[in-house]
Nanobody, 126 residues
Framework: QVQLVESGGGLVQSGGSLRLSCAASGRTVGSDAMGWFRQAPGKEREFVSAITRSGGSTAYADSVKGRFAISRDNAKNTVYLQMNSLKPEDTAVYYC???????????????????WGQGTQVTVSS
C-alpha cells in the first residue's frame, strides 16, 4: 500500500504562485499514473491535473490549463503541481492520488484512483 503526503499549500494573494508536492512512500509510484484533485467547501471533488507513469503525457482541467503544470520525479517518488496566476476560485483542499493501470494512463474521475493523500489547503485571497 502506498502512502501519499501532500505539502506546499498555504495562503497566497490573487495572481500569486504555489508549488504543491506529493511524496509517496511504502512503494515506488513509478508505475502509477498520478493525479491532483481539489475540493472546495460544499462542492464535489474535481479533477485538476494528471500525469502518466512515464511523465510523457499530462492532462488538465480547462479551468487551470495554462496556469498549472504537473510534473514528477520518479527518482524521488514525488509529484508536483506548480500553480501560477492563482485566483480566488482556486481555493480548495488539494489532493494527490495514484492509479495503477496496465498502460499507465490517467483518469479524469476520482473513482479511477486507488490511493489518496490527506490533502493540503490552498487559499487564494482577492
Amino acid at each position: 500500500q502506498v502512502q501519499l503526503v501532500e505539502s506546499g499549500g498555504g495562503l497566497v494573494q490573487s495572481g500569486g504562485s504555489l508549488r504543491l508536492s506529493c511524496a509517496a512512500s511504502g512503494r515506488t509510484v513509478g508505475s502509477d499514473a498520478m493525479g491532483w484533485f481539489r475540493q472546495a467547501p460544499g462542492k464535489e471533488r474535481e479533477f485538476v491535473s494528471a500525469i502518466t507513469r512515464s511523465g510523457g503525457s499530462t492532462a488538465y482541467a480547462d479551468s487551470v490549463k495554462g496556469r498549472f503544470a504537473i510534473s514528477r520525479d520518479n527518482a524521488k517518488n514525488t509529484v508536483y503541481l506548480q500553480m501560477n496566476s492563482l485566483k480566488p476560485e482556486d481555493t480548495a483542499v488539494y489532493y494527490c492520488a495514484s492509479r495503477r493501470s496496465i498502460f499507465g494512463g490517467v483518469s479524469y474521475v476520482k473513482e479511477g484512483y486507488e490511493n489518496w493523500g490527506q490533502g493540503t489547503q490552498v487559499t487564494v485571497s482577492s
